[in-house]
């Protein structure tokens, strides 16, 4: 029986002065001899089975009371002596069960509990005892039904409902786990546990304001609980309700200033506001309280991280994974950050050693499809993100990198894995931008728009701001204020102030907030519009306050006025550079009459490894030096003064460029020099844009992209002609076609040959007219 041997006929006497055995009247820890006094009147049935009663139940007890303190060893005498008085009866079969769970001795624990709901098939104990042993195997749907049984048994017994709430909720049954809250609370309403335990569930289930009324209680029942206000605190923060979030968490706080959850919690609301410094304080006070907590390193890793302290960022990861290195929001977070900063190999064999550690977790294979995709090895990654998916199926990260490498490998269909990722995971919002951005891709504009809205929360647009009016969503503006603010780069800028002459016309008065640096641009550009510089971060308030109607992000004004195609107008421009810049310019370039001024940059200020592909070095572009009759000019904003030289040199040809001219903040200097070129050839960067905002001929080569709307050219941008390279090929191709269609320009232009040139001219095969002084 069980590893024992009962001796069914051991006196009742000698029971009563074992040493070993603890009765529950006698002082816990103490041995008890008198809890049955040997006397002569035990002579009739009923006196012997009453005092065997009394015996079983104060070693049951005692038995019991062991097991709560943790003495398993201590229990288990009890247990024997139990089974010795009673080796059928329910409570020593169920003590026995109870003792094998406390010895981690599971498997036994199922066959005793069986054996006392046999026994007792009315009683509701042995079914809970058996549930929490079969939970302990695993065995979630045969332990969830003891639980059933045993409040169908007693469903007067508030703490069978809660039992069976706690295991539902473990086991991700949450709906019916809030229901089994709910039906223990109508037995006993004064339980905060309980209440808080019902928050937490409603919380899972989405229903914030339930989860609020819940925790209400269970503060009103137990007001100086710290946990109960920490948790408030994250139901808030998760509502994204930062300033209640940050009221629960002061509370838990005064009542335990070291209670290092709340501090990481209120950094992850400033963090989540974009109080990047504050977030790291909040961070370092709980790691004074509590130095081993992890997540504490890793949100410090985080804010440090976003505060451009990369060394320190991966210092705090660094400790995170020194306490848990099997921590995977650490590990991924830090591989991110070393992929960001192009130290691939790093950030990889980070990855590796973790997988050596935990081979089969989902998370760390979805990193490293990430790094991977960042190191631009697009076969690896897709394998990596595979993997994650055999894992698990609905997985949206290893989803979402899946389609972007698929669309980088030229795959028409990639946008069905962000789909899928959507699906699986409806907040998504890097999937539902990525997927927006292939269907503006093809010229889907409504689905396009629909999904791009999800830039902020996907972190692709900045900055996200929230303001006390409401967000323009295409009400009629007669009469109204609109503010308008500014997003990106100031290459989307220009790009999205294409709209602003539509916007202006539709509403009373417009406000656009924009790059100081192009403040004056603006202003004269758009004269019946108010211009203003953006505001400072560290000006703004959590919720900002303008003297205006409505707010639209500048990104947000085309998913509004430019539904088809059809409503791009065939505008020229849209900036005016200052005229008399302009004629200092002309000035200038006075001796390059008899030639065709064209303007050349080839590359951003951005030079990520995943946007490499999209930019040339100088020395790249050697076919355009070798088209005659042409005046190079230098429009690259940052430095490049050695490859200029080493480019002049390698084809003996000369670039103009200017001591002193800003390029890169100057645009008042830069429009006006760049309204004075005959043509300008850029890939995607800000120098392009302008260039064409301003209605000078701009040849951009550059791979596929979003902009193009699923036509040849990009419609903002009527005066810019799209060159990218033909399927299979490189940019080098692109760069070879442009170079034989100058050298065609520039035998319609006559120019170079002493002729004078002439003022307007074709390019062939294009439709873009090139003007020419």
């Known amino acids: 029986m069980d590893g024992h041997a009962i001796n069914r006929t051991k006196p009742l006497r000698h029971l009563a002065t074992d040493q070993n055995i603890i009765g529950q009247p006698a002082v816990l820890g103490r041995p008890s ?31 019991r009371a062991l097991l709560d303190r943790g003495r398993v060893e201590a229990a288990e005498a009890n247990s024997r002596a139990a089974m010795t008085l009673a080796p059928a009866a329910v409570e020593s079969l169920g003590l026995l069960a109870a003792v094998r769970m406390g010895q981690n001795r599971a498997m036994e624990a199922v066959r005793w509990f069986q054996r006392a709901a046999r026994v007792a098939p009315r009683d509701a104990a042995p079914q809970l005892g ?169 949100n410090l890793g985080n804010a440090l991280n976003a505060l451009g302290r990369g060394t320190d960022a991966d210092a705090a990861w660094r400790a995170a994974l020194a306490l848990n290195p099997r921590m995977v929001d650490a590990l991924t977070n830090r591989s991110a950050a070393l992929s960001t900063r192009d130290r691939f190999d790093e950030a990889l064999r980070g990855l590796d050693r973790a997988l050596r550690l935990t081979p089969t977790h989902p998370g760390l294979h979805a990193a490293q499809g990430h790094a991977l995709a960042s190191a631009q090895r697009p076969a690896a990654a897709i394998s990596a993100c595979r993997r994650a998916l055999a894992l698990v199926p609905a997985m949206a990260d290893p989803l979402c990198t899946l389609g972007l490498m698929e669309h980088a490998l030229g795959n028409r269909h990639a946008d069905r894995w962000f789909t899928r990722a959507a699906t699986a995971t409806p907040d998504h919002a890097l999937a539902r931008f990525n997927r927006g951005l292939l269907a503006l891709e093809r010229g889907e504009l409504t689905n396009g728009w629909a999904d791009y809205a999800y830039r902020f929360k996907a972190g692709r647009a900045r900055p996200d701001r929230r303001f006390t009016i409401p967000e323009w969503n295409g009400e009629p503006l007669a009469g109204k204020r609109l503010f308008v603010w500014r997003e990106q780069g100031v290459g989307d800028e220009f790009l999205f102030a294409s709209c602003y002459p539509d916007l202006i016309r539709l509403a009373g008065r417009v406000v656009i907030e924009c790059d100081r640096r192009l403040v004056p641009l603006f202003a004269r550009s758009f004269p019946r519009a108010t211009v203003r510089a953006e505001q400072p971060v560290e000006d703004r308030g959590d919720l900002e306050t303008v003297d205006c109607d409505y707010h639209v992000p500048a990104g947000s004004v085309p998913r509004l006025l430019r539904q088809t195609l059809g409503d791009f107008p065939p505008r020229s421009r849209w900036l005016e550079a200052d005229v008399e810049r302009m004629a200092d310019w002309q000035d200038r370039l ?128 009527p005066s810019m002609r799209v060159y990218h390279p033909m399927p299979g090929a490189d940019l080098a191709d692109a760069v070879a076609r442009m170079a034989a269609d100058l050298r065609r320009l520039v035998e319609l232009a006559g120019v170079g040959h002493g002729s004078a040139g002439c003022r307007h001219a074709k390019t062939p095969d294009a439709t873009h007219a090139v003007r020419l002084q």
């Open 130 to 298: 058996l549930g929490r042993a079969l939970e302990s195997l695993r065995h979630a749907d045969a332990a969830l039904r003891c639980y059933r049984m045993a409040v169908r048994l007693r469903p007067e017994d508030a703490g069978g409902w809660i039992t069976l709430a706690n295991a539902l909720r473990r086991w991700n049954r949450v709906a019916d786990a809030a229901a089994a809250y709910g039906e223990a609370l109508r037995l006993n309403d004064r339980n905060p546990t309980v209440w808080a335990s019902l928050a937490a569930a409603l919380q899972a289930l989405g229903r914030g304001d339930d989860a609020r009324l819940a925790f209400a209680h269970a503060v009103v029942l137990r007001p100086d609980d710290v946990d109960t206000r920490a948790n408030l605190g994250v139901l808030h923060l998760s509502l994204g309700a930062h300033a209640a979030a940050q009221s629960a968490f002061a509370v838990a706080l005064a009542l335990d200033p070291t209670h290092a959850p709340s501090l990481v919690n209120m950094g992850l609301s400033d963090m989540a506001q974009k109080r990047c410094g504050q977030a790291a304080r909040q961070q370092r006070r709980a790691l004074l309280c509590d130095p081993e907590r992890t997540e504490a390193w890793n």
């Open 33 to 63: 001899a008198d809890f049955i006094r040997p006397s002569s009147k035990l002579d009739t049935p009923v006196d012997q089975r009453t005092a065997m009663t009394r015996a079983l139940s104060s070693v049951v007890e005692g038995g």
């Open 590 to 717: 006075e001796g390059t009459t008899n030639t065709l001024r064209v303007g050349v940059s080839w590359r951003s200020a951005v030079m990520t490894a995943d946007r490499c592909g999209a930019y040339l070095p100088l020395e790249s572009l050697g076919a355009l030096f070798a088209v005659p009759g042409v005046t190079l000019v230098n429009l690259q904003y940052d430095e490049c003064r050695e490859e200029l030289r080493a480019a002049s040199a390698r084809f003996n040809r000369p670039i103009l460029g200017w001591n002193g001219l800003d390029l890169r903040n100057d645009f008042e200097e830069t429009a006006a020099l760049l309204s004075s070129l005959d043509l300008v050839i850029a890939p995607a960067n800000s120098v392009g844009e302008l260039a064409g905002a301003l209605g000078v001929p701009v040849w951009r080569f550059c791979r596929s992209d979003w902009t193009r709307l699923g036509t040849a050219g990009r419609p903002w941008y």
